[in-house]
């Protein structure tokens, strides 16, 4: 792998790494874990610190140890294990292993292929996706499309959203047999017409990225079509990890032909990097 190349791989691997320690979807020990072992693994690859130099000879222990705690992270919280960290670890595999620049585009594009066509798969075998159960309940408290809905350019959705989130955490906080659900309000939202067309929407344009990485990875549409569909995620739900994710993979097999889209993935995931960073910090 040509040693530029190599390097901006690992910087934006390690952009990544931050991102994922930062969630402590893992718990606080094994974040930190996989921080001080990702950075003794990698750093020494785009920096040159001495003492990190000196432990070249234990590499392959550190290298094991780093993605034991990947795994560890997702095995003891496997309940709150998000999709992300799963390709991360992919993602670590990958790098820790393949050094040839084409040989790991390939690899790059098939995970995506893997990635988006389960996705479509799951969705379709989903009775709750299918029916709009699961977009219903995220768009009615407040998930979906936060930024548009709470900005007040509707009368009347804000205010519905907010006593649904009220609804919900209350109860969330009751005993489950002495409740028997939560009525949310959908306010001036269209929601029943907008509903389904969004579900089939989702599915359609994940098949979509499913056929063109499979088959047309290399033109440009491709590359355009990716770059639209996760850059719009932030307008939806704020899953900026995951799409910083996605965004990391399409700027690697972005060619250096394409010029102006290679700029938009780098400053797009550079964005959904700072959005995630800011948004668990926050958070915390």
Same mark, same amino acid.
């Given at each position: 792998?040509?040693?530029e190349f190599?390097?901006?791989?690992?910087l934006?691997? =390690?952009l990544?790494l931050i991102?994922?320690?930062?969630?402590f979807?893992?718990?606080?020990v094994?974040?930190l874990?996989?921080?001080?072992l990702?950075?003794i693994?990698?750093?020494?690859?785009v920096?040159t610190?001495?003492?990190l130099?000196?432990?070249?000879?234990?590499?392959?222990i550190f290298?094991?140890?780093?993605?034991?705690s990947?795994l560890g992270?997702m095995?003891?919280?496997w309940?709150n294990?998000p999709?992300?960290?799963?390709?991360f670890f992919?993602l670590s595999?990958l790098?820790l292993?393949?050094d040839?620049e084409?040989?790991f585009?390939?690899n790059?594009r098939?995970?995506?292929?893997?990635v988006?066509?389960?996705a479509t798969?799951h969705?379709l075998?989903?009775p709750?996706?299918?029916s709009?159960?699961?977009?219903a309940l995220?768009v009615l408290s407040?998930?979906?499309?936060?930024?548009?809905?709470m900005?007040?350019a509707?009368s009347g959705?804000?205010?519905s959203l907010?006593?649904?989130?009220a609804?919900?955490?209350d109860?969330?906080l009751k005993?489950p047999?002495?409740?028997?659900?939560?009525?949310?309000?959908?306010?001036?939202?269209?929601?029943?017409?907008?509903?389904q067309p969004?579900?089939y929407?989702i599915?359609?344009?994940?098949f979509?990225l499913? &056929?063109l990485f499979a088959?047309?990875s290399?033109?440009?549409f491709?590359l355009?079509?990716?770059?639209v569909f996760?850059?719009?995620?932030?307008?939806?739900v704020?899953e900026?990890?995951f799409?910083?994710t996605l &965004?990391?993979m399409?700027l690697?097999?972005?060619?250096?032909?394409?010029?102006a889209?290679k700029?938009?993935?780098?400053?797009?995931? &550079?964005?959904?990097a700072? =959005?995630?960073?800011l948004?668990?910090? &926050?958070w915390?």
């Open positions: 792998m040509k040693s190599r390097k901006t791989v690992v934006g691997y =390690l990544l991102i994922n320690v930062v969630e979807r893992s718990g606080a094994l974040a874990t996989q921080l001080v990702g950075l693994v990698f750093l020494p690859e920096v610190i001495a003492f130099d000196k432990t070249s000879v234990y590499r392959t290298k094991l140890g780093y993605l034991s990947i992270g095995y003891f919280k309940y294990a999709n992300h960290l799963y390709l992919f595999l790098i292993n393949t040839d084409h040989l585009k390939e790059l098939w995970i995506f292929v893997i988006m066509g389960f798969v969705k075998l989903n709750n996706f299918l709009g159960d699961f977009i995220r407040g998930d979906f499309f936060r930024p548009l809905l900005s007040g509707f959705i804000s205010e907010t006593h649904n989130a609804k919900i955490s109860f969330l005993e047999s002495s409740v028997d659900g939560v009525t949310l309000d959908s306010g001036t939202l269209p929601f029943l017409v907008l509903k969004f579900v929407s599915i359609g344009m994940e979509l499913t &056929l088959f047309f290399r033109h440009k491709t355009v079509f990716l770059l996760v850059g719009s995620i932030g307008l939806v704020s900026f990890e799409a910083a &965004l990391f399409g690697i097999m972005c060619s250096d032909d394409f010029g889209i700029r938009l993935f780098k400053l797009t995931f &550079l964005l959904y700072i =959005l995630s960073i948004n668990n910090i &926050l915390i």
